[in-house]
């Protein structure tokens, strides 16, 4: 505990730590604003369900508690790792932003409608104003645990358990037919470009993620 204490305490002196992490968190409220108009537009637009080979062939799963209670387990994973290892806040912050713009990007673009039978999502749930809405491509619930897979991609544990957190929830919203099968297998191809895109243009955090402590 005192060594993290001391951890943060050494980053948060720094002005461009701060102003950097502040920034991060800017973008990222941000991002869910701009995340919450396409999910309501989308609703909003959404057309016919679309034929899907996997959905087709396979019942519906209750998985209200995976989207739900699983995931919020996993946002509280992702917060205990940058309360460990403070350097990674603000370039994870900037790639979160910038992962929920452009997914927010592809779900306006995309007003196919959700499979007429799927699980169950209690309306009252913390997350389920990203849960009952009809943004389909592509899963976030894929990607996001990806993205943050790449981010602490030097940390092992923390990797192992992000993929698998990636895949656990891939296999959930196709179980409980809340994604196409092509919104959970392009999750994994588009969150890797977002990655590299944002390794790229912010380089000097993604340099500080990455140093060696």
Known sequence: MKRTFLKHRNYWRE????????????????????????INYATKMAGSPADDIILDNIPVFNVDFIVNEVALMFICFVLLILILDPRKIPFTLKSAAVFVAIRSAFVILTHIGPSI????????????????????????????????????????????VCIGASLVFGVAVLMGHLHYSIDVFAAFFITYAIFEITRNLFSKDYDVSASAE
């Open 117 to 160: 039978a799927h699980s169950h999502i209690g309306k009252h749930d913390v997350l389920s104003s990203f849960n009952l809405g009809k943004d389909l491509f592509f899963s976030g619930h894929t990607g996001m645990p990806f993205l943050m897979a790449l981010i602490f991609w030097d940390n092992t544990w923390a990797r192992y």
């Open 15 to 38: 002005r461009k730590f701060r102003r950097s992490a502040s920034l991060g968190a800017v973008f990222f409220a941000v991002s869910l604003v701009i995340s919450q108009t396409a």
